[in-house]
Each structure stands twice: as structure tokens, then as C-alpha cells.
């Protein structure tokens, strides 16, 4: 398949990787929006939120159980924010689902 992400799990690409089990990984975002800007991806080809089901919601809870490891890794001390885009109207641009971990310094409020 030629999916980004899929072949930056399969190191076929090369990243910045900050963890890794066996449903997860995480690395650093090429083109960082704050001073840590983690990419936190499930291992399974999952288009966007759009493809989550009850068939493959573990993977989803297995990014949001390494979500607070990888936090406190980065030193994310004074909190961070999450954030999938899905679709067009969010500008999507990597067709794998993928959650941005943002952190470093005091973000925006507003979102969108
Ligand atoms: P989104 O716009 O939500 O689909 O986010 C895609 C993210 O992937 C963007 O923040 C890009 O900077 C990031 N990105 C694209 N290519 C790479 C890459 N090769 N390594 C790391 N991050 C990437
Ligand atoms: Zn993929």
C-alpha cells in the first residue's frame, strides 16, 4: 500500500521515532507547529477516525495509553493538546489516522 505512514512504520522511511510497541508508534513531526509536535500513529492502516470501529478500537485506546508516556518523555510538564484531523475540511494530509501531540510552550485557544 502506499501510505506515508505505513512506510515510515516499516522504516522504509525514516523518522524521528520517540516509542514504539506493538500497536503504536510515535515520532517527531517533520514540520513542527510548537516546540514538541509528536505524531502518535496505530501500526494498522486505519484511513482517518472515519475507520474506527469496535473491530479495531483497540489500537485507538493503545495511542491513548502511550499518549501520556510519550508526553511525560517529551517533558510536557505544563500540559499538551491532541488533535486528529479528519477529511478535508480539517486538512487532512496523510491518509494513515494519526494524533498530533503538541506541547512546549502556551498554545492558542482557539481551534479552528
Ligand atoms: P495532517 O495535516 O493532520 O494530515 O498531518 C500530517 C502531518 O504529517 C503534518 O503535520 C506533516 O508535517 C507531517 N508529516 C508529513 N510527512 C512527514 C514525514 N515524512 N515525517 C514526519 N512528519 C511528516
Ligand atoms: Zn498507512
Do not use: W
Amino acid at each position: 500500500m502506499d501510505c506515508l505512514f505505513c512506510k515510515i512504520i516499516a522504516g522504509e522511511i525514516p523518522s524521528k521515532k520517540v516509542y514504539e510497541n506493538e500497536y503504536v508508534y510515535a515520532f517527531h513531526d517533520i514540520n513542527p507547529q510548537a516546540p514538541t509536535h509528536i505524531l502518535v500513529i496505530p501500526k494498522k492502516h486505519l484511513a482517518s477516525t472515519d475507520e474506527v470501529s469496535g473491530e479495531n478500537s483497540i489500537y485507538v485506546a493503545k495511542v491513548f495509553e502511550a499518549i501520556p508516556q510519550i508526553a511525560a518523555e517529551a517533558g510536557l510538564t505544563g500540559g499538551y493538546r491532541v488533535i486528529t484531523n479528519c477529511g478535508a475540511d480539517a486538512c487532512q494530509s496523510v491518509g494513515h489516522l494519526h494524533f498530533h501531540v503538541l506541547g512546549g510552550k502556551q498554545l492558542p485557544e482557539n481551534m479552528g
